[in-house]
């Protein structure tokens, strides 16, 4: 956690602020229920209920006014503190961050209006609610009013955003730039919410033994199932997942999720069976990675030498001394280790020996060519012949055709993978593609 910011805990009832308070902090939700209300003559009027993940106190922050409502724990709630000063730094900074906030500000007065125009719309077909007319005007009036405040609060808001800002050395932001932000804001708070509800899966693509042909493994891929329906590649969120700290909470879901159905297929199944798990170079910068992975191989029961954490170039070369470092306590931890695309990145072969990696994963763009390209044929089987001189075995990726998988047969490739074998599918199809295996009863 960032040192800017705190994680402080509420019990249910708690007021966390009350309207008229002057703004510290803004809040981020971590677990638990926020109610936003209005207090007017003694009734609460509930303006919004808040869940993990959502932001709320941050009008005060950007505006520098008094609270306009009260924020009270339903549940206990963690709330992550963001301070005022911390938010005005990035104000000046023109960060994603104070976006984010202005973002986030408008659509809540967004909401807001709209609720409190609903609210009026509610009372007006039932003025004998009321003891008189002057009652019920006034309380309508004092309705609009509050709408009238929004509406120009957000007004407000919307041109303090779309005015050009102060970025670093005073170059305004362009209007491409916060228009790119305002979509990532609101991918981000979809993003947090998906993981929050679940909306995320993991798919299963066969990694084959190409002299059995059989599957003796997979490569776990997540997937976005989008409430709109669609599902979501990675290419579509993994980007934006990565530049903020979902990455980690999200990591830990796919490691936990890809060690139990190892297990299950292992332990369950009888099938001597690898699950390879990808791991971005974003959740080393998490301290406790190691020892958090150790524990999920241990609570799910997955069996450590046929659980493969693959990696990236790009880890090596951001970071050696703490790739270094974590791949080797990865390693002690009995996992096998995987370079993943290898020959899309610098590519230093240093790299190789430097580091304890079992497998070798050929990039698909080698693969796919390599019928048709003599340099890429000679790509292949040189990393082919490299993996095997350093005692690595070799996976190549994106095989789409018979004489493909022919080739790498030829050149003594352990393992293959692709749309040729077979596209990533849910649990259920990957288990109806093992069914061969479970038929002739093999035990692992
Ligand atoms: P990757 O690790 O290289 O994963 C292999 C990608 O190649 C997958 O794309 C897979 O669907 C695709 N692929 C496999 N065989 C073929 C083939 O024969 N032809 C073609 N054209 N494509 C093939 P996907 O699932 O869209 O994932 C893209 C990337 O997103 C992955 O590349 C990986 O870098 C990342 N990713 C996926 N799942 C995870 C995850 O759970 N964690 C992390 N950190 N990254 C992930
Ligand atoms: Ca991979
Ligand atoms: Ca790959």
New binding site residues.
């Given amino acids: 956690m960032n040192s800017s910011k705190n994680l402080t805990t509420f019990d249910a009832g708690d007021y966390i602020f009350r309207e008229g308070d002057l703004g510290e902090n803004a809040y981020i939700i971590e677990s638990g229920i926020v109610e936003l209300s209005l207090d007017r003559d003694h009734q609460n009027i509930v303006i919004a209920t808040l869940s993990e993940g959502d932001i709320f106190g941050e009008t005060a922050i950007v505006e520098h006014s008094p609270r306009s409502t009260s924020a009270r724990a339903l549940s206990a709630t963690k709330v992550t503190e963001i301070p005022i000063d911390y938010v005005r730094q990035k104000i000046e900074h023109s960060d994603p961050t104070v976006r984010m906030f202005l973002r986030s500000t408008m659509a809540r007065y967004r909401e807001l209006s709209a609720r409190l125009g609903h609210m009026i719309e509610s009372l007006l077909p039932f003025p004998g609610k009321f003891e008189n007319t002057k009652d019920y005007t006034s309380t309508t009036m004092e309705l609009k009013s509050i709408v009238s405040q929004f509406t120009d609060m957000q007004k407000r808001i919307d041109q303090a955003v779309t005015s050009p800002v102060k970025a670093v050395g005073d170059s305004p932001v362009s209007e491409r730039t916060l228009e790119i932000t305002r979509v990532l804001v609101t991918e981000e708070k979809l993003l947090r919410q998906a993981i929050a509800q679940q909306q995320f899966r993991?798919?299963y693509?066969p990694i084959v033994d190409l002299m059995q042909n059989k599957i003796v493994g997979c490569?776990?891929?997540?997937?976005w199932h989008h409430p709109s329906g669609d599902l979501v590649?990675?290419?579509g969120f993994?980007t934006q997942i990565e530049s903020t700290d979902l990455?980690i909470k999200l990591?830990y879901w796919?490691a936990e999720e890809a060690c139990r159905f190892q297990s299950r297929v292992y332990n369950q199944l009888r099938l001597d069976f690898f699950v390879s798990?990808?791991?971005?170079g974003k959740?080393f910068n998490d301290a406790g990675l190691i020892s958090r992975l150790d524990e999920i191989m241990n609570t799910t029961r997955a069996s450590r030498p046929r659980i493969k954490f693959?990696v990236?170039e790009s880890l090596l070369i951001d970071n050696p001394e703490l790739a270094t470092q974590s791949l080797k306590q990865l390693k002690d931890t009995g996992a096998r280790l995987a370079i993943?695309?290898f020959g899309t990145g610098y590519s230093s072969f240093s790299y190789l020996h430097r580091f304890p990696f079992d497998a070798l994963?050929i990039?698909?763009s080698f693969v796919?060519t390599m019928a048709r390209s003599h340099k890429s044929e000679q790509i292949v089987k040189s990393l082919i012949n490299l993996a095997h001189d350093l005692e690595m075995e070799v996976v190549a990726?994106?095989?789409?055709s018979s004489k493909e998988a022919d080739m790498l047969r030829t050149w003594n490739a352990e393992y293959g993978?692709?749309?040729?074998f077979s596209?990533?599918v849910d649990e259920a199809s990957f288990l109806a593609l093992l069914k061969p295996r479970i038929k002739r009863g093999e035990v692992g």
């Fill in positions: 993991l798919h693509q490569e776990a891929l997540v997937r590649l990675p290419s993994m990455i990591g796919i798990i990808n791991l971005s959740q693959e990236t993943d695309d994963k990039d698909r796919s990726e994106g095989i789409e993978q692709g749309f040729f596209r990533p």
